[in-house]
């Protein structure tokens, strides 16, 4: 049998089933990359270098009480499995020392689940040379991370999932000689090199802008177009509990006006989970299969996130999210704006390509405060004017994907997370661009 992440990982199962008690369950998860990692300045190469890693989270459970360690692991089998007896000996001493968990809820099904997403990568000698031919003169700062990633889970009960694909992700900026920038991303599993080609033109292109004059506005409200990357950053927010059984059952929930039928959003808006064929695993990290899920059916509240643990707390239905409860891959459909077509619609407005330091300014009317930054520019009559002085925004997503909603684009961008926190992270959103009547700037 090859010694590959997955026979690593069944090898690890089949031991802790032989060592385990009468009375006793367990979850084993597992978490592995292979990853490739190259910092770019000036558009050279500063530093290059691959991480491969491992590790395992075992959850001992009995009689009502759990616990859980993780486990880093080796390239040595042996080594491997004494590290994970190690760590059930000190949880079955722990045990005995916590208290009933009263929401424990645990799948008993025995679902089996496998992905493997194999689609090629790009060589890097095939990344290099396009750097140095789109950008080789300019200023280009930025991580370029690419590799396969795995994550399994398996239970007492007989349930086994996996997941492995590849992917890639180029994050970079180019800064202008006046100390601006223009932040742009390449990310997804298949690599398309006219796709990455035409993003560093664009870029380039935004660049150029940013050496006219700057423009400064006052305080108002404003028509505005917010690309898929701003777009992002306004739908990280809602997934700080906004779809989370657990918030709204609370009252902490951004969204709660709109799950208690107290508001709506405008009928063009349609967000889900989108897990099937996306990065993420089909499964959680708390053992059930995890299903696509309706969350805002043309802007009206449909279904939220529920793991098993608000499950049995609040007696729902679980869905299979993690105990977040934060959407992994969240999609918000397409609308009917080309994007050929977005600097004329727009007419004279903002264009703004991303948005910066977000917070919530009034959780509960989901009122949220941030910055422009990264090449923001100032339109009129379809031409951009120049950049825009960095502003801070206030206004609510009941207005910005409510009432004052226009348009979202035809086409979407896949937004894969750049987090490399402890490990690459498999989280990501799939998101129009956004035209809206108006945007509130508060200074």
Avoid at 189 to 210: I, K, M, P, S
Avoid at 397 to 426: D, P
Wanted: aromatic residues 8%; contains cysteine; hydrophobic residues 40%.
């Amino acid at each position: 049998m090859s010694d590959t992440p997955r026979h690593r990982f069944e090898a690890l199962v089949s031991a802790l089933h032989a060592a385990l008690l009468p009375g006793e369950q367990f979850t084993l998860g597992f978490s592995a990359e292979q990853s490739q990692f190259v910092r770019f300045n000036h558009a050279k190469v500063r530093q290059a270098g691959t991480v491969a890693q491992a590790s395992a989270q075992l959850r001992l459970v009995r009689e009502g009480r759990q616990a859980q360690q993780q486990v880093t692991l080796s390239d040595d089998a042996q080594l491997d499995r004494q590290r994970l007896d190690d760590a059930l000996q000190q949880l079955r001493q722990t045990l005995p020392l916590l208290a009933l968990d009263p929401y424990l809820s645990l799948n008993e099904s025995a679902w089996h689940t496998h992905s493997q997403q194999q689609h090629p990568l790009p060589e890097l000698d095939e990344v290099l040379a396009l750097v140095e031919r789109e950008a080789g003169d300019l200023d280009l700062v930025g991580i370029y991370a690419a590799g396969p990633i795995c994550r399994g889970f398996a239970s007492s009960f007989g349930a086994f999932g996996w997941h492995q694909a590849n992917s890639f992700n180029f994050d970079w900026s180019l800064f202008h000689a006046n100390g601006q920038a223009v932040k742009a991303n390449y990310a997804g599993q298949a690599w398309n090199a006219v796709d990455f080609t035409a993003r560093l033109r664009q870029a380039r292109e935004q660049l150029g802008f940013l050496g006219l004059a700057a423009i400064t506005l006052k305080p108002g409200s404003y028509r505005a177009y917010l690309a898929p990357a701003a777009m992002d950053e306004i739908a990280g927010m809602l997934c700080w509990g906004g779809f989370s059984a657990q918030a709204l059952a609370t009252g902490n929930s951004a969204l709660q006006r709109l799950y208690n039928g107290d508001a709506t959003l405008s009928p063009q808006v349609s967000f889900a989970e989108q897990v099937s064929g996306s990065l993420s695993p089909a499964f959680s990290d708390e053992g059930s299969p995890r299903l696509d899920v309706s969350l805002i059916d043309h802007g009206q509240a449909h279904e939220r996130l529920i793991s098993a643990r608000s499950a049995a707390e609040f007696a729902l239905q679980s869905n299979g999210a993690d105990r977040y409860e934060s959407p992994c891959a969240l999609s918000l459909a397409a609308g009917n704006l080309p994007n050929a077509e977005i600097l004329e619609r727009l007419g004279t407005g903002l264009y703004i390509s991303n948005l910066w330091y977000l917070n919530y300014s009034d959780l509960p009317a989901a009122r949220m405060t941030g910055l422009t930054r990264f090449a923001t520019f100032w339109v009129e009559n379809g031409q951009i004017q120049g950049p825009v002085s960095t502003m801070r925004f206030d206004d609510s997503l009941y207005n910005l994907l409510g009432s004052e909603l226009e348009a979202l684009t035809q086409e979407r961008e896949m937004i894969l997370s750049t987090s490399t926190y402890g490990q690459r992270s498999t989280g990501s959103s799939h998101l129009p661009g956004a035209l809206v009547k108006g945007l509130t700037l508060t200074l």
